[in-house]
């Protein structure tokens, strides 16, 4: 797993005046926890976007989740996901108030989703964007103040899932590498041992038994 962060670079505390909210750990299913910060290239194709990225625990990137880019003047984002007959999914979280109106965009096969900024962060105030993972089961952080800077530089948040009991392939493999020192240290002081033994003057007593035979005819 990578580590968590617990605030946002102190750049972008002071350029965009963003902050990062974090989610509790849901007991049963995990969370989403926000891993990565970091700026874009203002002239490249990831310029004047705010851009979310999505990671399972082996940093894998994970399609098909919604990702809200949350802004006040935005559209209505609606929780019940299912009308009629269809199954609603319970709500295990409750999603930040604040990010209630603005655009639902699902992340693709690169795990990416990306939000075109029409306007520049102001100076002194937080940029209008709210981005949080429209997960009904699994709460997660959300980052506050996103958007471009004046030169149209842009940010980009990377998030990695978190299940309850579930171990990443380098976490395991990490494991058995501690398990396997274990072992060789182990099989070493063994061999010193024999080789202790084997160095000592050894004295053996022979003693001869004399068997008797009877042969009857």
Partial sequence: MLNRLRFLPMEVQQKWHG???SAP???????????????TN??????GKVIVQLLDENERAIPNVDVVFAYDTGKRVYLQLGIDDEVVPEWRWGPPA????????????DGMAEHVQGGVVKDDEPGGITVW????????DYVTGMGMLHDHTGILLTFQKQDVGVVSDAERMASIEANMKVLEDALAELALRVADLE???QSFELKATKVNYETKD
Avoid: C, H
Wanted: hydrophobic share 30%.
């Fill in 42 to 47: 203002p002239v490249g194709y990831q310029g």
């Fill in 19 to 21: 902050a990062l909210f």
């Fill in 25 to 39: 750990m849901d007991e049963e299913v995990g969370n989403w926890r926000l891993v990565s910060v970091r700026k």
């Fill in 133 to 140: 993972i429209k997960d009904p089961q699994r709460p997660g």
């Fill in 98 to 109: 604040i990010g209630l109106r603005g655009d639902v965009v699902t992340t693709g096969g």
């Fill in 199 to 201: 160095e000592r003057p």
